[in-house]
């Protein structure tokens, strides 16, 4: 190691891995490797937003996520601002939609792993193909399975298994095993939901509704959006956002979701059904066909929640590793100059460009740190 050269290893060359590392390559005194175990980079950002990426959200309010608190204290250190100008200052032009979620302008995921690739220094060097598999600590630098190089600093940034087919997640994270963490038990989350009594009728039906999320006869959740219904159960955006609240329950029992195919409270049904007999015109076809079949509540068609869905249909996890691990700079409490930040931690929000802006907020925060610290 040249005196004055700082070793910093990258575990996971994905969302906030790929951040940190355009980050911190303008520091002289940086020599930074990228382990990544798949042969890609930035594959997820790359699937987001159905290929668009939604990057961030202009309207962050602490409550999309998972732990209200710890944002609110993160937004202490970082705003929306510091995103938007490093991507500017990266050479990315940015789109803003009606619902305040922000997009490359050319709409192209790909868009955004291309400007975190370009001009990298030279002191960056990406490994593909290379899995992290242990990691030890020796006096105070850090060993990485055998690669031949000690480093003064670590950062975990191997996000989760959400997305992921069963062969790829399979001991996803293993590596944590051998390091001191506590963690919650991870679970999928922005998915969707099997649900029980399901007619399949309904199946390829998409509609606007309000849908509620409801706990024995309390109300967790209610979002009006499109709502996908498959060959079992629902999905869609506002079904996904369900799906983040179901996980924050401590216990699922008695869960169900509830439709209101209305949303107006004013609108007659008794009229209407007095004077046309039929619900034709108020219920999309597969509907108004479940209702001839066995007539429902279109206020309120209720179905018990059996399970979410699979990891593989999921965008993100619920749990990981807790909160209480690391500190303001995302630094392990017991493991100095260790850090860990985006998805591995126990943070998830609903859909918008939540998750992606803690990844690179959280790869930000922690740039900043390593980079004063050396000075
Ligand atoms: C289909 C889909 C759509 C999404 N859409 C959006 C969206 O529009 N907006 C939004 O905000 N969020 C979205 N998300 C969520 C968002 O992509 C993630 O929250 C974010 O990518 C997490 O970033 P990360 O850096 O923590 O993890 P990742 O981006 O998953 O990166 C982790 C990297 O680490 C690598 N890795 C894992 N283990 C190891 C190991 N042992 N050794 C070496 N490398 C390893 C992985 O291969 C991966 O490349 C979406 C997710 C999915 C799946």
Redesign the pocket.
């Known amino acids: 190691m040249q005196k004055g050269k700082m070793n910093i290893a990258i575990?996971?060359?994905?969302?906030?891995?790929l951040f940190l590392a355009k980050k911190l390559s303008s520091c002289k005194q940086a020599n930074i490797v990228v382990?990544?175990?798949?042969n890609k980079?930035g594959?997820?950002?790359k699937?987001?937003?159905g290929g668009k990426?939604?990057?961030f959200n202009t309207n962050l309010y602490p409550t999309a996520y998972n732990n209200p608190v710890f944002v609110q204290n993160l937004l202490r250190q970082i705003s929306v601002e510091d995103i938007k100008h490093s991507f500017e200052q990266m050479g990315l032009r940015l789109a803003v939609d009606d619902e305040n979620r922000v997009y490359p302008a050319t709409f192209s995921s790909q868009s955004v792993v291309d400007v975190l690739l370009t001009n990298l220094s030279h002191q960056v060097k990406i490994i593909t193909n290379?899995?992290?598999?242990h990691i030890t600590k020796n006096g105070n630098t850090y060993r990485i399975n055998d690669y031949n190089l000690d480093f003064d600093c670590l950062v975990l940034?191997?996000?989760?298994p959400?997305?992921m087919n069963r062969t790829k997640r399979t001991d996803?994270?293993a590596?944590l095993n051998s390091l001191p963490f506590k963690q919650q038990p991870i679970a999928p989350s922005l998915v969707g939901f099997k649900l029980q009594a399901y007619p399949k009728i309904l199946s390829g039906c998409r509609v606007k509704t309000d849908l509620s999320l409801y706990q024995n006869n309390n109300l967790i959740f209610k979002e009006f959006g499109e709502v996908t219904f498959k060959d079992d159960g629902v999905s869609g955006i506002v079904v996904l956002n369900a799906s983040a609240w179901y996980n924050r329950l401590k216990n699922k029992d008695n869960c169900s979701l509830s439709f209101d195919f209305l949303c107006d409270d004013n609108y007659d049904l008794q009229k209407h059904w007095q004077q046309y007999h039929d619900f034709c015109g108020i219920l999309s076809p597969k509907l108004n066909q479940l209702y001839q079949q066995k007539p429902f509540n279109i206020r309120c068609l209720q179905f018990k929640i059996l399970d979410v869905y699979d990891w593989e249909f999921a965008?993100?996890s619920s749990g990981g590793i807790d909160l209480d691990t690391i500190d303001e700079h995302f630094q392990a409490k017991k493991l100095p100059n260790m850090y860990i930040?985006?998805?591995?931690l126990n943070i998830d929000a609903v859909?918008g460009?939540?998750?992606?802006?803690f990844?690179f907020a959280s790869a930000y925060i922690t740039a900043q740190y390593i980079v004063k610290l050396w000075k």
């Not at 382990?35 to 798949?38: A, I, P």
């Not at 290379?130 to 598999?133: H, M």
């Open positions: 575990v996971g060359a994905g969302a906030s891995g382990f990544e175990k798949s980079v594959t997820k950002i699937a987001s937003g990426a939604n990057i290379y899995e992290v598999k940034a191997s996000g989760s959400a997305g996803y994270n590596y965008q993100v930040i985006g998805e591995m859909c460009g939540y998750n992606l802006f990844a």
